[in-house]
């Protein structure tokens, strides 16, 4: 595979990032960017002094003027507003913003701006072909469960996140999936930049399985799930009262030491765990879960039969990350789907997310906006409930990062948060549309990707003076 | 684990088993039937019968006939289950009937699916209710995907209602070279399949190249193991087709075989080719093999490299049925692109949208919006009301039921949408859908919601979905 060569106008970098790319076959462009909010991941050496040098040359400061724009906070887009982007953060977005004086404008008169969209859920940068094992790193059967961290091994390379990145994703969840029992292991928050540090927050949450998929893992019943669930924690509790004692290899140990460790943030809180349950009574029995580990920071995933317990979610105050469009009483933990979730959620005062919770969670992120539009189409079916456009915005931009407790930080296009900026050719909520250009963290992104050329190479299919294969 | 699988289909293929339900039992199939033919020809007839419609005629709406042409401020009429007039405003309808504005809406023929398993991977979709895949054999030319249908899928209500499906050809897995025959289906409830089925469509052959077949046979340590042996045990039965066909057509005596009959109707042109084939270069294999044996492929399926043979394609008079925006999630899915539509289309071949998916055939509409959208970006300017051909009149006539349906010609089934804004866009759902002129969805009357046996009394029926 080939990347284009740099054109960004930093001729000193771009030195240097030749260096790299012939000693490292990486694109320059991949390690043209330093990310404040990066807690991070392992760079290489020479890498990471290459990023200290060049923090601030590529984060661009930039105004857009004219644009239809969209928060994403929630608010409904307004007509003629400006962004500023500086030193890699918003400065400021609405009407009536000052334009300061010697920064590149760039007039987005008949477009639409938001923030960049963050997946509430997926596994990209996890898989490169989902079906092909060698590149599916999303679980394993392995000795270990919720010690596993796919921090480091997200593939910023990885096709299906340049993919993404051209269809305005700027960020994802990214949630390891189950192998060895209910726990899968430590997700991550990252950016879809095309630079070789994608990660904006490592270890941000446990996941476990807590529906029908958690009973497999379990041995077959719920009783089973549940009381492993409780027996993991407590070990967890044994082993961050005396960690050296902690033995982890007897026969009766559920869990081994790292494990054991890893759960450790879990229950006192300190990180969030992500539970996937589906139907009503699953959702009622995590909630209930904070009678015996009260300090649990849940968040919800899938939830597809969240409405019928739409007050106690939002009693319990626990953030949903569901799929959204799904209808059909597939499984029996979700007889009682309909589109109507999302509404009903928010309505109830649920702060709800979308993301990648049916399939596709590698590779289609891009779906994002169709479920988020699907929800506004939902205002015109009589008996539905759907939401506004700008709430729509919200469940795949500053929801999804409140939920990440990330919401000081990125999610929307308020003044301090991340530059995570998309320029759309139209309203970035219908399937007709497409991003004109795209800013992670200040940093405009190449909207080229192995898709883009393969069109580009087949725009006319028959060969010409020479094979296909000397056409890039 | 895969806690979210694609669809039950796609993931039971990709686990390199025939589904969760993997129909591992030992084959005890009824033998085929012996001695010669004294059975009928059509043994599981269409008991379908359209249901009362009254004389209905939608007004000021923009009209998609579903063959590229367009009418502003059209005036479509419907009765006796029939369109019976379609033209601009000025159209003359009887008084006494009931008239629908169609003011700021959008009127197109109901959106037909080349390519669905509802039904045979039916909600929910549990082991006991797997019946799409017969992986048993590569060659199972003998089933018949209608045998498996279960009408009580509330898939199909989905497909309805968010979806405008009108009409739909459920085929067999793609385990196996050659899965067995498709069936064609009105959209409409029924105790029996055979009273969805679609009167007098012909029926399809379902083929699979590539990926699937040899990695659930040579899984098994069985042929086919490679893409060679696709092709080697495609063509040794279609030699034994060839024979069985010409003594069949002599009238010579032979045992009668159920597969051989299938294959020896499509050599004799009665039943259709569906082919699931993902590669430009095994699609040219097929071009070839065709050829070979003398029969004629309707459709390739899923075809998410159509755009790199589309001229091919065009030449050999061979449709594409694609999603909007599928790729990647197997090897041979790697080089699927947006724009695989429009440059099929752009190439002078039939392009189709189709789902493959119980979650993609309720929003064609917006699939087809995807490809659309990025064609123009490449300057292929393809109308709204020419893109609508993909859903519409392309998919009939690779089903063979062009004649009956696929657009709001005169004469025609009265299958009708009645869209609230354009159905480009993501905000539209179906308002009103007519079959065969019955309205048998309205947004605004929750009872004409169909509620099947499966969701009866159970949480959420009749909630809006």
């Not at chain 2, 042109?269 to 003398?294: L, P, Q, T």
Request: proline share 6%; charged share 20%; net charge neutral.
């Amino acid at each position: 595979m080939r990347y284009p060569t740099n054109k960004t106008p930093f001729a000193l970098f771009q030195r240097a990032a030749c260096l790299v790319r012939m000693s490292k076959g990486f694109p320059s462009y991949l390690l043209k960017r330093q990310k404040g909010a990066s807690t991070g991941s392992a760079r290489t050496v020479l890498g990471a002094i290459l990023l200290a040098t060049t923090t601030t040359a590529f984060a661009q400061s930039i105004v857009i003027t004219g644009a239809t724009l969209a928060i994403g906070d929630g608010s409904e887009p307004i007509k003629n507003g400006t962004v500023v982007i500086s030193a890699g953060k918003v400065v400021a977005a609405g009407a009536g913003v000052a334009v300061p004086a010697g920064v590149k404008t760039i007039d987005a008169g008949g477009k639409w701006v938001t923030p960049g969209i963050m997946s509430g859920f997926s596994r990209v940068g996890l898989a490169e072909v989902p079906a092909v094992k060698e590149t599916n790193d999303t679980s394993a059967r392995s000795p270990f469960s919720a010690a596993i961290d796919v921090a480091p091994v997200i593939n910023p390379l990885a096709n299906p996140i340049a993919i993404s990145r051209t269809a305005g994703i700027t960020r994802a969840v990214v949630a390891p999936a189950t192998g060895t029992n209910i726990f899968a292991g430590q997700g991550a928050v990252v950016d879809l930049g095309a630079d070789m540090s994608p990660i904006t927050k490592a270890r941000a949450f446990q996941y476990v399985e807590m529906g029908e998929a958690g009973v497999q893992e379990a041995g077959g019943s719920r009783a089973a799930m549940i009381l492993t669930f409780k027996m993991m924690l407590r070990e967890a509790q044994d082993y961050a009262k005396a960690p050296a004692s902690y033995d982890g290899r007897s026969r009766d140990a559920l869990l081994n030491r790292v494990d054991a460790e890893a759960l450790v943030p879990v229950v006192s809180g300190a990180m969030p765990l992500m539970v996937h349950a589906e139907s009503a009574r699953d959702i009622l029995a995590v909630l209930a879960l904070r009678q015996d580990f009260p300090a649990l920071k849940l968040i919800l995933a899938g939830a597809t039969e969240g409405w019928m317990v739409a007050a106690q979610i939002a009693a319990a105050k626990v953030p949903v990350i569901t799929a959204g469009l799904e209808d059909l009483p597939s499984s029996f933990e979700k007889l009682a789907a309909t589109q109507s979730n999302v509404g009903r959620l928010v309505k109830a005062g649920v702060s709800v997310s979308m993301g990648m919770l049916t399939g596709d969670d590698a590779l289609q992120l891009r779906a994002a906006t169709q479920q988020a539009g699907n929800m506004v189409a939902l205002l015109k079916v009589p008996g539905a409930t759907g939401l506004s456009w700008g709430q729509a915005l919200r469940t795949i931009t500053s929801a999804p990062a409140e939920a990440m407790g990330l919401g000081d930080r990125i999610g929307s296009l308020k003044a301090g948060k991340a530059g995570d900026v998309v320029i759309w050719d139209g309203d970035p909520l219908e399937m007709t549309s497409a991003p004109v250009a795209v800013w992670i963290d200040g940093v405009q992104q190449p909207l080229e990707n192995r898709q883009t050329k393969l069109r580009d190479r087949y725009a006319t299919p028959t060969e010409g003076a020479l094979p296909k294969a000397y056409e890039w | 684990m895969k806690a979210y699988g694609r669809t039950l289909l796609i993931a039971a293929l990709l686990a390199g088993v025939a589904g969760p339900a993997a129909a591992r039992k030992d084959k005890e199939d009824a033998p085929p039937a012996q001695g010669a033919s004294a059975e009928p020809d059509n043994p599981y007839p269409s008991t379908y019968k359209p249901y009362p419609g009254r004389p209905t005629a939608i007004r000021g709406a923009t009209i998609f006939d579903g063959e590229g042409g367009r009418i502003d401020n059209g005036v479509v009429f419907l009765s006796d289950g029939k369109v019976t007039a379609i033209g601009g405003p000025d159209t003359p309808i009887p008084a006494d009937i009931a008239v629908f504005d169609g003011t700021g809406k959008y009127v197109t023929p109901g959106v037909i699916d080349i390519h669905s398993h509802l039904g045979d991977y039916p909600s929910p979709g549990v082991e006991a209710n797997s019946d799409g895949n017969e992986a048993t054999a590569p060659v199972t030319a003998h089933v018949w995907a209608e045998h498996s249908i279960w009408p009580q899928d509330a898939g199909f209500s989905r497909a309805l209602a968010n979806g405008g499906v009108t009409s739909l050809q459920i085929l067999p897995g793609s385990a196996n070279l050659f899965g067995g025959r498709s069936v064609t289906l009105k959209n409409v409830p029924a105790r029996t399949m055979q009273g969805m089925k679609f009167p007098g469509a012909p029926q399809g052959l379902k083929m699979a190249c590539g990926e699937n077949p040899k990695r659930v046979y040579g899984s098994k340590g069985r042929e086919p193991a490679t893409r060679m042996g696709n092709m080697a045990v495609n063509r040794q039965t279609w030699i034994k087709a060839r024979e069985y066909q010409k003594k069949r057509a002599a009238g010579k005596d032979q045992t009668r075989d159920l597969g051989m009959e299938t294959l020896a109707d499509v050599l004799e042109g009665k039943i259709m080719v569906h082919n699931h084939c993902y590669r430009a270069d095994e699609m040219a294999n097929v071009i070839d093999m065709s050829k070979e044996f003398g029969y004629k492929v309707a459709a390739f399926h899923h075809a998410v490299e159509a755009y790199k043979i589309a001229d091919l394609l065009r030449d050999n008079g061979i449709c594409a049925a694609l999603w909007g925006d599928w790729y990647g999630f197997k090897m041979e899915a790697y080089d699927g692109i947006k724009e695989n539509l429009p440059l099929v289309h752009r190439a002078g071949a039939c392009a189709i949208v189709h789902s493959d998916d119980q979650d993609g055939i309720q929003r064609l509409n917006q699939e087809a919006a995807k490809a659309l959208g990025a064609g123009r970006r490449m300057g292929i300017d393809i109308s709204d009301e020419v893109a609508w051909t993909w859903l519409a009149i392309n998919p009939a006539r690779a089903m063979g039921i062009a004649e009956q349906t696929g657009s709001l010609k005169v004469g025609k089934m009265a299958d009708v949408v009645l869209w609230n804004g354009n159905p480009f866009s993501t905000y539209t759902r179906p308002e009103k859908v007519w079959i065969d002129g019955a309205l048998l969805y309205d947004s605004a009357n929750p009872k004409l919601r169909p509620v099947v046996d499966f969701e009866l009394g159970q949480i959420g029926a009749g909630d809006v979905k």
